[in-house]
């Protein structure tokens, strides 16, 4: 098996790059056209009833097919009737603040400002996504109503009709999904999981039988290497499930991502292997399958361990078996949690409103403050030019902010893109060449499918991509779903259309000037402050913690978890940057990424341990196992600080610190040996689990000791 690294290729620049990255993001994949149908359905009948009842401002209704939340029926009543909700407090919200300041141009300024104000703020620490997303699209449509406002009549009418448009796109796309989730239940996770292990189950059997590669398998293995996670990382976010479940199952997602990656790059750079590598793909094809059986049959899969006695010259497929032999031990019962954990996992209290940093955490308030300023700066253009066409720049900044805002200017050129391909692609060409010979609602229903179904697909792709279907969408629909005749005179589609440019353009500059950081930099910082909240989470869990320790315990848990998140989403933004360190910042994240998954995988069986010692009783303990425990948690919190400090001196540009070698197994065998005292049962799965974490520690600090972060050679 000829293979002598373990980075995965990648194209060294953009130019090179995007193009691929395009084909295999469009590339059609498994649930791909039951989502787009699902969206395209729910938009369509929605456009159709607002069409046929001339609702007024229309958009937003057609565009809750694209917004509202899909990962189960629960979840999707939940999420529309929180829409709903939010649209008609917001409805009631904005009369009554225009009948005290609209009225006078200064009050009429400072009353915009503080509703924009309050909607970003919202946007960023509300922890129900439905309700922020519903008051913050309510308060900027609804406010561009009231410019320079009129008769109050006509106003109040106008946003009564917003409050509609919202309650029939919800209750549109809530039907939907009933009838879809009659026809097919399925558990998106699962089966996101199951395709890609599948893809990497055949690879195995043909390494095994010795036989051609099928094209088939190397592309669709390359097509799940370049999307990545993202989707099922979102579905897992807003899974309504307990917070363990949710952390088993980011887990098995992570370590499924990282097998994909490799499985990839396996497939793209090695046709055959040798006899002892046949037989060692041929054992991980049977791993997989019973990995896969005992997923869809909700099993534990049986634990097993890649072979000791490796091939040096097939780091590639070691890696591989290292990733699936740790996916058992997600599900091993050795792993259960103690009720008690929930204490640990759980937020305070349920029905908590806000994050729990919303007041305290100055990046919320810096975040709020550069959307404000966009969306001000939106604002005094289009009233200073008398242009109230462009106020859909306002509402632009809004939805852009849904996304990760200033990780790389390349993430907002494919913004601008979506703007251009809705507004003036599809909008205005639709206006020019097909509504001037349309005279009946089916033509415009054809044609309103048609643009949805492409806005759809390209919507359904990763997280990098997704926006712009977004984007387009909602370009299109401002165009041509706010009134219901033939438009004889161009401007008002195209005032529409520069007015999402305007928005786009004003968030891509505030933005870029107060998120200057490189999304390879901000990837690093975050993964270094990931890793040293996990050594003083492993060394601050004493045995019978009091209340303080235990809340102290559950945030510091809570911002480890938050922090993957954060991470993933800089990892999918490093590859559309440009110019003579992307090499470099590429290489990176290649690295970041696989030694994440191990730290999810850290992060998961640790839970037992700090458990253990949480709500144990050191007294019942044998005293030889509680020596090794503190001993080993010492030690492993060093490894991860040494870690930390190299990658550290490396962003910074300083000279490395040198880490020791330092052999957790070892170590754990050596004390195991000078302890002759037996072990209760639940002492040695506490000691076997420690036994793979301490594999996961020092393979990391051993790749992080031999691998400079930015080496691409």
């Not at 999307?227 to 579905?235: D, E, F, K, Q």
């Not at 997602?253 to 490799?262: E, H, K, P, Q, W």
């Not at 007294?619 to 870690?643: D, G, H, K, M, T």
Request: with cysteine; glycine share 4%; charged share 20%.
């Amino acid at each position: 098996m000829a293979t002598t690294s373990v980075r995965l290729p990648h194209a060294a620049r953009f130019v090179t790059w995007f193009p691929d990255f395009l084909r295999k993001e469009l590339a059609p994949y498994p649930g791909r056209s039951t989502i787009v149908a699902r969206t395209v359905i729910s938009a369509t009948l929605s456009a159709i009833l607002i069409v046929t009842f001339r609702i007024p401002g229309g958009a937003i209704g057609a565009l809750c097919a694209f917004i509202l939340s899909r990962e189960d029926l629960l979840s999707t009543a939940k999420s529309a009737l929180t829409f709903v909700a939010a649209f008609a407090i917001g409805g009631l919200f904005i009369p009554v603040g225009a009948r005290l300041f609209a009225s006078i141009p200064v009050t009429h300024f400072v009353w915009e400002a503080v509703s924009i104000f309050i909607a970003f703020f919202l946007l960023r620490t509300l922890t129900n996504f439905a309700l922020a997303t519903g008051l913050t699209l309510v308060s900027t449509n609804i406010l561009s109503l009231w410019y320079l406002p009129g008769p109050a009549a006509r106003n109040v009418e106008l946003t009564l009709w917003q409050v509609a448009a919202a309650l029939i796109g919800a209750l549109v796309t809530f039907g939907v999904e009933i009838v879809f989730h009659a026809i097919s239940s399925r558990d998106e996770i699962v089966e996101g999981v199951d395709v890609r292990l599948k893809q990497i189950q055949d690879l195995m059997q043909t390494y095994g039988a010795n036989q051609p590669l099928p094209a088939e398998t190397a592309r669709l293995l390359a097509q799940y290497a370049v999307v990545g996670m993202g989707a099922l990382r979102r579905h897992i976010a807003r899974m309504t499930d307990e917070t363990i479940p949710r952390m088993r199952m980011s887990t098995l997602v992570s370590l499924t991502g990282r097998a994909t990656d490799f499985a990839a790059a396996l497939s793209s750079t090695v046709s055959s292997c040798g006899p002892a590598e046949r037989q060692r793909a041929a054992r991980l094809a049977e791993h997989i399958a019973d990995i896969r059986n005992c997923l869809l049959t909700k099993n534990e899969p049986a634990p097993w361990e890649p072979d000791k006695d490796r091939s040096a010259a097939t780091p590639l497929l070691s890696e591989l078996e290292n990733m699936i032999s740790l996916i058992p031990s997600v599900f091993a019962s050795e792993t259960s949690f103690d009720p008690r954990l929930q204490i640990l996992e759980n937020t305070e209290t349920s029905n908590r409103i806000f994050v729990r940093d919303a007041f305290s955490n100055p990046e919320h308030l810096r975040y709020v403050l550069a959307g404000t300023l966009a969306a001000m700066i939106c604002y005094v253009l289009y009233v200073s030019l008398a242009w109230p066409g462009l106020s859909t720049s306002v509402t632009t900044c809004v939805l852009t902010a849904l996304t990760n805002i200033g990780a790389s200017r390349q993430k907002q050129v494919l913004r601008l893109a979506g703007a251009l391909l809705g507004g003036f692609v599809f909008g205005l060409g639709s206006q020019i060449f097909v509504l001037p010979n349309i005279d009946s609602i089916t033509g415009f229903t054809v044609l309103f499918a048609t643009v949805t179904a492409i806005a759809a697909w390209i919507s359904a792709s990763s997280a990098r991509l997704s926006y712009a279907g977004l984007q387009m969408a909602l370009t299109f629909y401002l165009v041509n779903l706010s009134e219901f005749t033939i438009q004889t005179s161009l401007s008002i589609a195209r005032d529409r259309a520069l007015g999402v440019l305007l928005g786009t353009t004003m968030m891509w500059l505030v933005f870029e000037r107060f998120y200057t950081k490189p999304a390879a930099d901000q990837m690093v910082a975050i993964f270094i402050r990931n890793i040293r909240l996990m050594a003083d989470l492993t060394t601050n869990s004493d045995f019978n913690a009091d209340e303080g320790t235990i809340v102290r315990i559950r945030r510091q848990r809570d911002q480890i978890y938050r922090n993957f998140g954060d991470v993933n989403a800089q990892a999918d933004a490093v590859p559309f940057e440009t110019g003579s360190l992307r090499a470099g910042d590429m290489a990176a994240r290649d690295r970041i990424r696989r030694w994440q998954t191990s730290l999810r995988t850290f992060y998961l069986l640790q839970a037992p341990l700090i458990q253990f010692r949480v709500f144990g009783d050191a007294n019942q303990n044998s005293r030889p196992f509680s020596q090794i425990e503190s001993v080993f948690r010492q030690e492993c919190a060093l490894s991860f600080q040494r870690i930390a400090d190299d990658l550290d001196a490396q962003l910074n540009k300083k000279p490395r610190h040198e880490i020791p070698s330092n052999n957790l197994q070892t170590l754990l065998e050596n004390l195991q040996a000078d302890k002759q005292s037996a072990f209760s049962e639940r002492e040695v799965a506490l000691l076997r689990m420690s036994r793979t974490i301490a594999s996961l520690v020092d393979r990391m600090q051993g790749e992080v000791a031999t691998e400079s972060l930015y080496e691409t050679t």
